[in-house]
T-cell receptor, first 116, second 114 residues
């Protein structure tokens, strides 16, 4: 089966500009996650969707970050306006329920964002 | 609050030596536990997981981890490492209630030397 797709792979922008990332999860995976991984740190969950509903967005900086998954399939993450500290790799992952338990997360290749 | 601590940021080891990467977590509810590996220039991949049942879980490439509820630990071990095991290893915890939020540790870089 095809893996989690993300685009673009790399993005360089100046501070105060806007940027959007796209993710297409594995077919049939109802749960979709966006993570931020700053260099030298572990991934930090930004937002988690179950189908098209938000399950957790407690660590999403809502003044500048937004995410949507309107049809419960692919998703976009937007930053507007970007700050220098937003430089990171943005990872998308998806998972499905198996026998009543949440299955493993499959990760995309990530988008490396550099804010100058 | 839930947290995950990986006690070692870097672990250098010689080839064929044993290794243990430590992971401790804090949670007031039951959890699922995972180890993910990130090879150089590659994405995160699941290495092994504990959901329930036997507290000792194994991967296909010789790693194992044991869930110790009393010590709230999930240390990763391998009796003999290879050069190809050089990678970053992340411990992750999913709280088994509510929205099943995932928390990752900061990672441990395993560097295997010849």
């Amino acid at each position: 089966e095809a893996g989690v797709a993300q685009s673009p792979r790399y993005k360089i922008i100046e501070k105060r500009q806007s940027v959007a990332f796209w993710c297409n999860p594995i077919s049939g995976h109802a749960t979709l996650y966006w993570y931020q991984q700053i260099l030298g740190q572990g991934p930090k969950l930004l937002i988690q969707f179950q189908n098209n509903g938000v399950v957790d967005d407690s660590q999403l900086p809502k003044d500048r970050f937004s995410a949507e998954r309107l049809k419960g399939v692919d998703s976009t993450l937007k930053i507007q306006p970007a700050k220098l500290e937003d430089s990171a790799v943005y990872l998308c992952a998806s998972s499905r329920w198996v026998s009543g338990k949440l299955g493993e997360q499959f990760f995309g290749p990530g988008t490396r964002l550099t804010v100058l | 609050a839930q947290s995950v601590t990986q006690l070692d940021s870097q672990v250098p080891v010689f080839e064929e030596a044993p290794v243990e990467l430590r992971c401790n977590y804090s949670s007031s509810v039951s959890v699922y536990l995972f180890w993910y590996v990130q090879y150089p220039n590659q994405g995160l991949q699941l290495l092994l997981k504990y959901l329930s049942g036997s507290t000792l879980v194994e991967s296909i490439n010789g790693f194992e981890a044991e869930f110790n509820k009393s010590q709230t630990s999930f240390h990763l071990r391998k009796p003999s490492v290879h050069i190809s095991d050089t990678a970053e290893y992340f411990c992750a915890v999913i709280k088994n209630t509510g929205g099943f939020k995932t928390i990752f540790g900061a990672g441990t870089r395993l560097f295997v030397k010849a």
